[in-house]
């Protein structure tokens, strides 16, 4: 089974307005609502591959309701603690006019200690051998940062893999519990090894020196630059494919879940990068805040293929 793990999620609010005035009532031409969140985000990519999961994390208040119905609707497994406070709501402003994208993200519910206990007394029984947990995206306020590597400890304990796709001290804190995959992109990499920015030698330095440690693969997202991939076998390189870029919105997130695909399917690692690579196109192809489809990941895996190639040590 693959579970996802979604502790601060959101509804992602997305409004067109043709010039936003800053003081004014303004109107939208158009408004979305989307169930957000990486694990989520992951899940949903999932299954347009026909891949199943179960997603958890925490959910309350008025948008518990919505938000159940909508993961119902998807056909994604809805196992999320409920809590006493509000799940947030990201606010997307798209201005056509002036050609900005505008993000007003809230904090998040504080989460009690009883719920934080119930959470992870279900993820204790639910974690078995054999299953894929990704653990993805940031923590509510008040949850201690060493969360994500207690969860990594304890599905690693009974035998299940852990995918991490975190920034920060959650990030390092998982990082000690040798996870099997991560996802950073460069920049997240950077920070994690205390610099600004990294080179592609450094990239593929630093990735080799986690898989010495014993993370099994270690997937950097280089943005428009493309990936790269270092496991025990292979390192490799997928140059950037050219795409008509609509939005960037969850175009790791997707990654995430061709890189989960992959492990459940027992793709090669070449094989493993170039549907990342297109994951992480067709994603960027895609408007908005919705997930891409297997149509559009086929129509980039050919060109993925191609732009892969070995990196010498
Ligand atoms: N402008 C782009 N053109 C082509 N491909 C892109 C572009 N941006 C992203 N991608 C593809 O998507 C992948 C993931 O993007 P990126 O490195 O930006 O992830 P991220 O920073 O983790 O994003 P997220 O905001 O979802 O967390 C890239 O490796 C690449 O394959
Ligand atoms: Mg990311």
């Known amino acids: 089974m693959i579970i996802t793990v979604t502790l601060n999620p959101a509804m992602d609010k997305t409004m067109v307005i043709d010039g936003i005035e800053i003081g004014e009532v303004n109107r939208a031409d158009s408004v979305r609502n989307d169930i957000g969140g990486k694990g989520i985000n992951v899940s949903k990519v999932l299954k347009s591959f026909g891949t199943d999961s179960l997603a958890t994390g925490f959910l309350g208040g008025i948008m518990e309701e919505p938000f159940r119905k909508e993961l119902m609707h998807l056909g994604i497994e809805d196992r999320f603690i409920s809590i006493k406070e509000n799940t947030r709501t990201n606010i997307k402003l798209v201005d056509k006019k002036h050609e900005t994208n505008t993000d007003i993200n809230e904090p998040g519910p504080m989460i009690s200690g009883a719920e934080l206990e119930e959470f992870i007394r279900f993820y204790e029984r639910t974690v078995d051998e054999g299953d ?99 496991t025990g076998k292979s390192i490799l390189k997928g140059k950037g494919l050219e795409v008509q870029v609509k939005s960037t919105v969850g175009a790791g997130d997707s990654m995430v879940a061709a890189l989960v695909y992959a492990e459940n399917e027992k793709l090669s690692d070449s094989e493993t990068l170039a549907l990342a690579q297109a994951t992480g196109a067709a994603a960027v192809a895609t408007e908005g805040t919705k997930a891409c489809t297997r149509e559009e990941v086929e129509k980039y895996l050919a060109a993925a293929r191609e732009k892969i190639e070995e990196v010498k040590k």
Not at 150 to 165: M, P, Q, S, Y
């Open 132 to 230: 894929i947990v990704v653990l993805a995206g940031g923590l509510p306020p008040n949850i201690p940062l060493n969360l994500y590597g207690r969860l990594t400890r304890l599905a690693r304990e009974k035998g299940a893999l852990v995918v991490i796709d975190a920034e920060g001290e959650p990030l390092r804190y998982a990082l000690v519990e040798l996870p099997d995959m991560i996802k950073p992109n460069e920049k997240e990499l950077a920070s994690y090894l205390g610099k600004e920015a990294l080179t592609e030698e450094e990239i593929v330095q630093a990735a080799q020196s986690l898989v010495e440690k014993g993370i099994r693969k270690v997937l950097v997202s280089r943005g428009e630059k493309g990936s790269i991939l270092v």
